[in-house]
């Protein structure tokens, strides 16, 4: 792999812009290399013959190492063709300007533009690793103090703990009839006082010893005492239940920290290396020896020569491996490195196995229904007002799922941080294939079930149909609930947990707070109303017993009909609600915009519901100005606050001023078809005569809802993205357990 590729892969994604523009400086380098081609002569001077070199005298190799250092330490600096130095701005800043001293001559001039952007570079890369150093300093500072008020607290603790061991030794003492008297319970309180603290105190660090004073000057964060908000304790609670939560916080803290010291390390490396690479090719190019001299300044920079990271990364790992590791060297490394997912191949195996099992099951099951001619049946009507929305859950959920795995594949393939966006914890996310491997495993199991029910008979006398057949759509959904709430550690648990989460989330809107995997997941499910509704259907069908006979009777029940509307309003309700959060938090008028969107689409559903249970002109007329609405609001809304897009002043004509896929037609094509997918749910209004079943319609319409989710999904994370790229945002934050007093002061 070339350097330049292998530098792009290396970058931190949110740092990408504060990287060395390797890229601009090649084409520069190529600028210099086709000038040189351009005016020297053709005639080439005659090569020396070869055999003369083995008549020179053999210097040594560490006679030309000594030579080489002295040239480099500034013995031959004569023939030099640039000149760098370090000019010291009024405020104590500074920056680094080339001189270019052989200007003068013919085609001077690009290499001149080739050193003054060199230099922007550099003093770019310099300022940007300066900040961050700046920040880990300071937040080094803020870990220091937490771990002070941590070890203090445990001593606490360890305190409590001990008075009720003595309360017991005593209160066994008295129940045997030997008593002891007060003065000696004190004694003994001290004594095991002072043991626990000199076991403590091994504990601590040797350089800043923690004092139980400063439990005077802090109390716990809300996150540590409660999960609600409103509720705000300030006492201390010294409990094993509390350390235990306040030492999880504060490990997570630290392993995130020192994730962030590890890419600044890298940061530092990859663009002195990049410096290197890119100096060696313009002395390549030129015919000059220009690298080592500027080399020497990057390297005496301070991107080159801070050490604070690396000392602060050893500090860290001594702190982490004492303090959470119970010194064990080995366990406290493998918690702070990384884990790197490995790929599998018996994922990739299982996965083609159940796409080749989908293919056949399609195959098979288009070939009985030409076999037997079930299209014009007369149970044709029967089984698609009753089995067909039974199992076209399934395909929209199966649907949804290859969609989500197509969007990891390009998310990776254009490096959007996805998995920082949404909040992983780190190596436990879902890849594509194994998103794929659970996407056609469910279809394969549903089209087996499909299969099964079109052989399903019906005793003649009782008129029933066999009750195993016929139940096989509600077993395979009961199985994909309980794999989806299976507690113990197989099948992705981390992955179904913050599903789980999540969704609880959701359904609490607005009690929690809101987050980007929150409300991404809530606009999933705006697309999958017809999926929820077919939930509902499920509960009808089977609960109501009319499986038996395949008829059912819902839509004549009123009771069905109110949830009919309830179930479609539920996600646009959970939306809005978390706008409505959020603007009460953030202040942020957007937010109150984009609640009027799910307010004008709740508004649009329900009169879309009404008029297909109340078919009438004056519902109809209804139902088209409200969807119609909706559906303008909502495209805008995707195409500007969503994906950023239509930005008359960009660079870009009506697009943004970054974009990830080099392709622009690929963004007007998004465009064009999220209109397109936008107003295709207006037939059920318009009711265009369509020679297809209700409920096939239905699903269709469903079914290209999902897709333009699917597409509305990249280009959201994109822009995502691409505001986390501009604020350099490549961290989560960690809540911290202790509140000092003078933060609070500072703050306010």
């Given at each position: 792999m070339k350097f330049g590729k292998e530098f792009a892969s290396q970058m931190v994604p949110e740092w990408q812009a504060a990287y060395l523009d390797y890229a601009c400086l090649k084409i520069l380098l190529k600028q210099i290399q086709h000038w040189k081609q351009k005016t020297t002569q053709p005639d080439t001077p005659p090569r020396l013959p070869r055999a003369l070199t083995l008549y020179r005298a053999f210097s040594g190799l560490i006679q030309r190492q000594n030579q080489r250092l002295n040239s480099f330490n500034g013995e031959d600096t004569e023939n030099q063709p640039i000149l760098v130095n370090f000019c010291t701005g009024r405020k104590g800043s500074g920056k680094y300007e080339t001189t270019f001293l052989m200007a003068a001559e013919e085609g001077g001039e690009c290499e001149q533009q080739f050193f003054r952007r060199l230099d922007n570079e550099l003093n770019k890369v310099d300022k940007f690793y300066r900040s961050k150093v700046k920040e880990v300093m300071e937040e080094a500072q803020t870990l220091s103090k937490q771990m002070k008020a941590l070890i203090a607290f445990r001593i606490k603790v360890d305190k409590v703990a001990a008075k009720f061991v003595c309360a017991g030794m005593v209160g066994m003492n008295v129940f045997n009839g030997e008593a002891q008297s007060n003065d000696s319970i004190e004694d003994n309180e001290k004594h095991i006082s002072l043991e626990i603290e000199e076991e403590n105190s091994k504990h601590m660090m040797s350089s800043d010893i923690a004092s139980l004073n400063i439990l005077n000057h802090v109390k716990l964060n809300e996150a540590i005492q409660t999960h609600f908000p409103t509720i705000k304790q300030t006492e201390l609670n010294f409990s094993k239940e509390n350390l235990k939560r306040i030492e999880k916080q504060l490990k997570q803290a630290f392993i995130e920290f020192y994730h962030k010291l590890r890419l600044l390390k890298k940061y530092s490396f990859m663009n002195i290396l990049a410096f290197s690479k890119i100096m060696k090719k313009y002395d390549k190019i030129s015919s000059r020896r220009a690298s080592r001299n500027y080399m020497r300044i990057v390297d005496n920079s301070y991107l080159g020569s801070s050490d604070e990271v690396t000392k602060l990364m050893e500090r860290v790992e001594a702190t982490f491996i004492k303090h959470f590791s119970n010194s064990n060297h080995g366990k406290g490394m493998n918690k702070l490195r990384l884990k790197t997912k490995k790929e599998r191949h018996r994922i990739s195996f299982c996965t083609g196995l159940f796409v080749g099992f989908t293919a056949a099951l399609i195959l098979a099951l288009i070939l009985i229904i030409h076999a037997r001619n079930i299209l014009d049946k007369q149970g044709k009507a029967q089984y698609m007002e009753n089995m067909f929305p039974l199992y076209s859950l399934f395909a929209f959920i199966v649907l949804h799922m290859?969609?989500?795995?197509?969007?990891?594949?390009?998310?990776?393939?254009?490096?959007?941080?996805?998995?920082?966006?949404?909040?992983?914890?780190?190596?436990?996310?879902?890849?594509?294939?194994?998103?794929?491997?659970?996407?056609?495993?469910?279809?394969?199991?549903?089209?087996?079930?499909?299969?099964?029910?079109?052989?399903?008979?019906?005793?003649?006398?009782?008129?029933?149909?066999?009750?195993?057949?016929?139940?096989?759509?509600?077993?395979?959904?009961?199985?994909?609930?309980?794999?989806?709430?299976?507690?113990?550690?197989?099948?992705?648990?981390?992955?179904?947990?913050?599903?789980?989460?999540?969704?609880?989330?959701?359904?609490?809107?607005?009690?929690?707070?809101?987050?980007?995997?929150?409300?991404?997941?809530?606009?999933?499910?705006?697309?999958?109303?017809?999926?929820?509704?077919?939930?509902?259907?499920?509960?009808?069908?089977?609960?109501?017993?009319?499986?038996?006979?395949?008829?059912?009777?819902?839509?004549?029940?009123?009771?069905?009909?109110?949830?009919?509307?309830?179930?479609?309003?539920?996600?646009?309700?959970?939306?809005?609600?978390?706008?409505?959060?959020?603007?009460?938090?953030?202040?942020?008028?957007?937010?109150?915009?984009?609640?009027?969107?799910?307010?004008?689409?709740?508004?649009?559903?329900?009169?879309?519901?009404?008029?297909?249970?109340?078919?009438?002109?004056?519902?109809?007329?209804?139902?088209?100005?409200?969807?119609?609405?909706?559906?303008?609001?909502?495209?805008?809304?995707?195409?500007?606050?969503?994906?950023?897009?239509?930005?008359?002043?960009?660079?870009?004509?009506?697009?943004?001023?970054?974009?990830?896929?080099?392709?622009?037609?690929?963004?007007?094509?998004?465009?064009?078809?999220?209109?397109?997918?936008?107003?295709?749910?207006?037939?059920?209004?318009?009711?265009?005569?369509?020679?297809?079943?209700?409920?096939?319609?239905?699903?269709?319409?469903?079914?290209?809802e999902i897709i333009r989710r699917g597409i509305w999904n990249f280009f959201r994370l994109e822009n995502e993205h691409l505001n986390n790229v501009g604020k350099f945002r490549a961290f989560k934050s960690v809540p911290l357990p202790f509140n000092y007093e003078d933060d609070e002061d500072r703050d306010v």
């Open positions: 290859i969609l989500y795995a197509a969007n990891i594949f390009f998310w990776r393939q254009y490096r959007i941080n996805y998995t920082f966006i949404f909040g992983y914890k780190q190596g436990t996310e879902l890849g594509y294939r194994e998103v794929l491997l659970l996407s056609f495993g469910l279809a394969a199991l549903a089209l087996a079930s499909v299969i099964s029910n079109l052989d399903m008979e019906m005793d003649p006398k009782t008129g029933d149909y066999k009750a195993l057949t016929e139940l096989l759509p509600l077993i395979l959904v009961t199985l994909a609930l309980v794999i989806l709430i299976f507690p113990f550690n197989i099948l992705y648990c981390s992955s179904r947990l913050f599903f789980l989460t999540t969704l609880f989330h959701c359904i609490c809107a607005p009690l929690y707070k809101v987050k980007f995997q929150d409300f991404f997941l809530a606009d999933q499910l705006t697309s999958q109303v017809q999926a929820l509704r077919s939930l509902q259907f499920y509960i009808c069908y089977y609960g109501w017993g009319d499986y038996k006979h395949r008829q059912n009777t819902c839509k004549m029940n009123d009771a069905f009909n109110t949830f009919y509307f309830v179930v479609a309003v539920v996600p646009y309700w959970s939306r809005l609600l978390q706008c409505l959060r959020r603007l009460h938090e953030e202040k942020d008028p957007m937010q109150a915009y984009n609640g009027l969107k799910y307010f004008f689409t709740i508004i649009a559903v329900c009169t879309r519901t009404a008029y297909s249970l109340n078919a009438g002109t004056g519902w109809r007329i209804v139902a088209w100005i409200c969807s119609a609405i909706a559906a303008i609001y909502g495209t805008y809304w995707d195409l500007v606050a969503d994906w950023g897009l239509l930005q008359r002043r960009s660079k870009n004509r009506w697009l943004r001023d970054k974009l990830l896929v080099p392709y622009k037609g690929v963004y007007f094509g998004a465009m064009a078809l999220n209109i397109l997918l936008r107003f295709a749910w207006m037939q059920t209004v318009l009711n265009f005569k369509v020679s297809l079943h209700r409920e096939t319609l239905a699903a269709i319409v469903a079914g290209l």
